[in-house]
């Protein structure tokens, strides 16, 4: 069954960075495009980014203002976020998600929290 | 960028009844090539990750219950719950992907009356 495991999340300090992982298993993950979706603790969902299944094309949020960064290894299944510039207002769940191949988000991960504080 | 809203906030309900929440997109998410909107609706319970429950506005996740269905075109859309359960309690969000930049509404809070 396809199962997506976030990890890298923490505690980091305003104006660090931060690398976070997706392993992805239980499908072809080269075949598929993929996403970042972020939480704010108590707050609706807001998409962050998507990288087409061979990394050639990757759109941002324009909230994030080229502070983050969406890659991937197919090679590894997994997928990538470099944040950059961290900001209190980056607090948030950080969720990978499986792009149906339409555009929306057929599974997603349990999340990786991230908390930006001195 | 399209901007999504949803109403209402929150909305309680009687067990068994019918629930309807609404979505707007400020442009259509009709594509016309195709003749189908870019339109998704997700549930999240509290704790979990959202849960893919229609697509194309209208078309339902395998697996999701019956009695979710969603309808609208253009710019309007609706997420219709006919009979609430108890396990319905959650909040939804209706997402486009028409195009390349995506986004999601900012929820509604379903609860039992």
């Known amino acids: 069954q396809v199962q997506l495991v976030e990890s890298g999340g923490g505690v980091v300090q305003p104006g660090k960075s931060l690398i976070l992982s997706c392993a992805a298993s239980g499908f072809t993950f080269s075949n598929y495009a993929m996403h970042w979706v972020r939480q704010a603790p108590g707050k609706g969902l807001e998409w962050v980014a998507v990288i087409w299944y061979d990394g050639n094309n990757k759109y941002y949020a324009d909230s994030l203002k080229g502070r983050f960064t969406i890659s991937r290894d197919n090679s590894k299944n997994t997928l990538y976020l470099q944040m950059n510039s961290l900001r209190a207002e980056d607090t948030a769940v950080y969720y990978c998600a499986k792009d149906y191949g339409t555009g929306c988000l057929d599974y997603w991960g349990q999340g990786t929290l991230v908390t930006v504080s001195s | 960028d399209i901007v999504m809203t949803q109403s209402p906030d929150s909305l309680a309900v009687s067990l068994g009844e019918r629930a309807t929440i609404n979505c707007k997109s400020s442009q259509s998410l009709l594509y016309s090539s195709n003749n189908k909107n870019y339109l998704a609706w997700y549930q999240q319970k509290p704790g979990q990750p959202p849960k893919l429950l229609i697509y194309w506005a209208s078309t339902r996740e395998s697996g999701v219950p019956d009695r979710f269905s969603g309808s609208g075109s253009g710019t309007d859309f609706t997420l219709t719950i006919s009979s609430l359960q108890a396990e319905d309690v959650a909040v939804y969000y209706c997402?486009?992907?028409?195009?390349?930049?995506?986004?999601f509404g900012p929820g509604t809070k379903v609860d039992i009356k």
């Open positions: 997402q486009q992907y028409y195009g390349t930049l995506f986004t």
